[in-house]
Nanobody
Framework: QVQLVESGGGLVQAGGSLRLSCAAS?????MGWFRQAPGKEREFVAG????????YYADSVKGRFTISRDNAKNTVYLQMNSLQPEDTAVYYC????????????WGQGTQVTVSS
């Protein structure tokens, strides 16, 4: 079992930046960020493996968002630059504890709102 707590959401103007953080209560293998906009399904944003050496991004955020992790702090970050109104969503942190697992643990979500 692991608990995830996100922070760092807020309101920002288009073109601005935000950094989300997600603190896990224990060790994880893979961590990721997902988002859900009003009226839309939850979608994958970015993921990182345990070492931080392998990262994965949705096409919509490549070149603008960067995922990283600090295993000493059991924390994953999502640096979001050049934010656009279409990035507005609730952002969720997720974790998988083993290589063979899917994302089984989820945070409560943090709101990101980008104004035009």
């Amino acid at each position: 079992q692991v608990q995830l707590v996100e922070s760092g959401g807020g309101l920002v103007q288009a073109g601005g930046s935000l950094r989300l953080s997600c603190a896990a209560s224990g060790r994880t293998f893979r961590m990721g960020w997902f988002r859900q906009a009003p009226g839309k399904e939850r979608e994958f944003v970015a993921g990182v493996n345990w070492s931080g050496g392998n990262t994965y991004y949705a096409d919509s955020v490549k070149g603008r968002f960067t995922i990283s992790r600090d295993n000493a702090k059991n924390t994953v970050y999502l640096q979001m630059n050049s934010l656009q109104p279409e990035d507005t969503a609730v952002y969720y942190c997720a974790a998988a504890l083993r290589l063979s697992d899917g994302y089984a643990y989820w945070g409560q979500g943090t709101q990101v709102t980008v104004s035009s």
